[in-house]
């Protein structure tokens, strides 16, 4: 495919992108975590963004009805790929290893895939069951 087609995703990405990151930021200005502390807002924004990806990614492929192709760059990929964050995972978990905060490193280490996995996986089937429940599915 010619770059140029490519022009609107890559805006829309970007976009997206933008508006994920800054409330991501807004959250850690919001509930900064202290030093040595575990990074409890970085899992909570990591376990919303994929429940929500869960949600959108339902909404977006399994409906009667196709969505603006721009959809699913500019709110998966950008809003919420700029909103989940595994830079500053992996930051977090360098500064508690820094620390001599081992164990609390390892458990998130851990927490945050499973949390993630489990809130994609909940938020997918809850927004299955719920589109069942109104007769919305494809």
Not at 77 to 102: I, K, M, N, P
Request: net charge positive.
């Amino acid at each position: 495919m010619h770059v140029r087609a490519q022009l609107p995703v890559a805006g829309a990405v970007a976009a997206g992108g933008a508006l994920g990151a800054a409330a991501r930021h807004a959250a850690t200005l919001l509930w900064p975590t202290p030093a040595g502390a575990f990074p409890w807002t970085v899992l909570g924004v990591n376990t919303l963004g994929c429940a929500l990806i869960g949600v959108l990614m339902v909404l977006v492929t399994e409906t009667a009805t196709a969505p603006h192709p721009l959809v699913r760059p500019f709110l998966g990929t950008g809003v919420l790929g700029g909103f989940t964050t595994f830079s500053a995972f992996a930051l977090d978990t360098q500064r508690l290893l820094a620390a001599g905060e081992t164990v609390r490193a390892l458990a998130y280490l851990a927490a945050t895939p499973l949390g993630a996995l489990a809130a994609v996986a909940a938020a997918t089937a809850a927004t299955r069951a719920a589109l069942a429940g109104k007769g919305r599915t494809a």
